[in-house]
């Protein structure tokens, strides 16, 4: 099994930065991409942005540019350094993580809350 515990969460004004971790440990045969979804009251979950083991990034448009995933692979850890945060971009930010052979992300955190309000 595989655990992901995500920190860095919290209260911000708008125009402020958060940065977000997440540490991977357990049974890890090999991480072929981390990432970061959210998930705001009464909608559905989407992705923020992802990064492979070789370093390729994705991200959505929403954030491009204000927002920067990062990893260290030695770590097992990921991270999400959050700029320009807007209210729009409060919800819970879930960590995540997709295995070697794996389709689809298969390895879910617990969640942290991002809040971005005056």
């Known amino acids: 099994q595989v655990q992901l515990v995500e920190s860095g969460g919290g209260l911000v004004q708008p125009g402020g930065s958060l940065r977000l971790s997440c540490a991977a440990s357990?049974?890890?045969?090999?991480?072929?991409?981390m990432g970061w979804y959210r998930q705001a009251p009464g909608k559905e979950r989407e992705l923020v942005a992802t990064?492979?083991?070789?370093?390729?990034?994705n991200y959505a448009d929403s954030v491009k540019g204000r927002f920067t995933i990062s990893r260290d692979n030695a770590k097992n850890t990921v991270y999400l350094q959050m700029s320009g945060l807007k209210p729009e971009d409060t919800a819970v930010y879930l960590c995540s993580l997709r295995t070697m052979g794996a389709l689809h992300y298969n390895y879910w955190g617990q969640g942290t809350q991002v809040s971005v309000s005056s």
């Open positions: 990064i492979t083991s070789g370093g390729s990034t």
């Open positions: 357990g049974s890890i045969a090999g991480i072929a991409a």
